[in-house]
């Protein structure tokens, strides 16, 4: 496929729409560490004014779960990353490019079931804020609050990075996706990326505190 057939307007020349398309994504993988980034300083903040609380409703969620999901997400890092480099060397590896691609999809669905088991214990353990919270201490509750809404957006994240990595399979196993020059696959791989990374930020946070004691 000619660069003329891969060009999309406004853009002049693909050295000009690649760049673009790699600035942009950077445009809005910064707006979404800014959006986490508040609600880490907001669990910070809490975590500051009242340690105990935190490190004893922290010791209740499960170290098992959230030590197997980052697992996962590394995993499925590597293969999005090879993915991105097989797509930048030469068109001779589109079966390799697919499989990458197909096995950072399995991770991913693999992350959001060990996710679900997870929250179905945490819902049978009272562990939503509410009136039958098993916690006594009101910051506990805060914790829980932060945790749900964390994991929530984070899983909200990855779900839509499904999406966009399945697409991108499809497209390149049917041929329809001229990946040799193309910025989609850096693109979309940079921001799988960031969902791993914000777990990263996130695994300490919640699952580590008080672990030691």
Same mark, same amino acid.
């Given at each position: 496929?000619s660069?003329a057939?891969?060009?999309?307007?406004?853009?002049q020349?693909?050295?000009?729409?690649r760049?673009?398309g790699?600035?942009?994504?950077?445009v809005?993988?910064a707006?979404?560490?800014? &959006?986490?980034g508040? $609600?880490? $300083?907001?669990?910070t903040?809490?975590? =500051?004014? !009242?340690?105990? +609380? &935190?490190?004893?409703?922290?010791r209740e969620t499960?170290?098992?779960?959230?030590? /197997?999901?980052? +697992? /996962?997400?590394?995993? *499925?890092?590597?293969?999005?990353? =090879?993915?991105?480099?097989a *797509?930048t060397?030469?068109?001779?590896?589109?079966?390799l490019?697919?499989?990458?691609?197909?096995?950072? @999809?399995?991770l991913?669905?693999? &992350?959001?079931v060990?996710?679900?088991? %997870?929250?179905k %214990?945490d819902?049978?353990h009272?562990? =939503?804020?509410?009136?039958? &919270?098993?916690l006594?201490?009101?910051?506990?509750?805060?914790?829980?609050?932060?945790?749900?809404?964390?994991t929530?957006?984070?899983?909200i994240h990855?779900? /839509?990075?499904?999406?966009?990595?399945s697409?991108?399979?499809?497209?390149i196993w049917?041929?329809?996706?001229?990946?040799?020059?193309?910025?989609? /696959?850096? @693109?979309?791989g940079?921001?799988?990326?960031? @969902? !791993?990374?914000?777990?990263?930020?996130?695994?300490?946070?919640i699952?580590?505190?008080g672990?030691?004691?």
């Amino acid at each position: 496929m000619s660069d003329a057939a891969l060009l999309k307007k406004p853009w002049q020349s693909m050295a000009r729409q690649r760049d673009a398309g790699t600035f942009g994504i950077w445009v809005f993988l910064a707006s979404e560490m800014l &959006f986490f980034g508040a $609600l880490i $300083l907001t669990y910070t903040v809490y975590r =500051v004014s !009242d340690p105990a +609380a &935190f490190t004893a409703a922290a010791r209740e969620t499960d170290i098992w779960y959230g030590t /197997i999901n980052t +697992a /996962i997400l590394l995993t *499925s890092s590597l293969t999005m990353a =090879v993915a991105v480099q097989a *797509s930048t060397a030469a068109l001779g590896f589109r079966r390799l490019i697919v499989a990458c691609l197909s096995l950072t @999809v399995a991770l991913g669905v693999a &992350f959001l079931v060990v996710k679900g088991f %997870e929250y179905k %214990e945490d819902i049978e353990h009272h562990l =939503v804020p509410g009136l039958h &919270f098993a916690l006594a201490q009101p910051a506990a509750q805060i914790f829980f609050a932060l945790y749900w809404v964390l994991t929530g957006v984070h899983a909200i994240h990855l779900t /839509i990075g499904l999406g966009l990595v399945s697409r991108l399979a499809l497209l390149i196993w049917r041929r329809k996706l001229v990946f040799d020059d193309n910025p989609e /696959i850096e @693109v979309t791989g940079l921001y799988w990326h960031l @969902v !791993d990374i914000i777990w990263i930020f996130l695994y300490p946070l919640i699952y580590l505190p008080g672990r030691a004691s």
